[in-house]
């Protein structure tokens, strides 16, 4: 089993701004991931919340029970600290993705305060940074 998690507004994919994110729906998202795993031969169960804490009990859960995560913080990559401190309670790898590339965007964005608690980063490649990182992870898993 792989957590599939993702902060606030990434389910609003498809109509979010576009120009940035793309015409692909968080449906396809989801979708994408699961049959990646399929690929993969991994069960993967894919969240989405806008809520600090429901993502913070996911990570909590995820730890608990030594699950695997890739993690798209969306907005908290950049200023919340309790996503980091919960990341780094991890028991099993955790690969931050992002769609789009965040160093190439806003100034704010250039921080992440995930990233040094996280396994590694794979931004930029949108929707295909899942995919991407569901390789990366069950290279690491295997
Ligand atoms: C994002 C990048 C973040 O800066 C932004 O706040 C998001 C999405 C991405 O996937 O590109 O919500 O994480």
Partial sequence: MIYV?????????GTREPEIYGADTYADLV?????TGKELGLEVEVRQSDFEGEL???LHEAADRRI???LNPAAFTHYSYAVR???AMRTAPLIEVHISNPA??????????????????????????YVLALRAMADLIR
């Fill in 5 to 13: 998690l993702n902060g606030p507004n990434l389910g609003r994919l």
């Fill in 85 to 87: 401190d919960a990341v």
């Fill in 56 to 58: 913070l009990s996911w």
């Fill in 68 to 70: 695997p995560v890739v």
């Fill in 104 to 129: 190439a965007r806003e100034e704010f964005r250039h921080t992440s305060v995930v990233a040094g608690v996280a396994t590694g980063t794979i931004a930029g490649f949108g929707l295909q940074s």
């Fill in 31 to 35: 979708e994408l991931c699961v049959s």
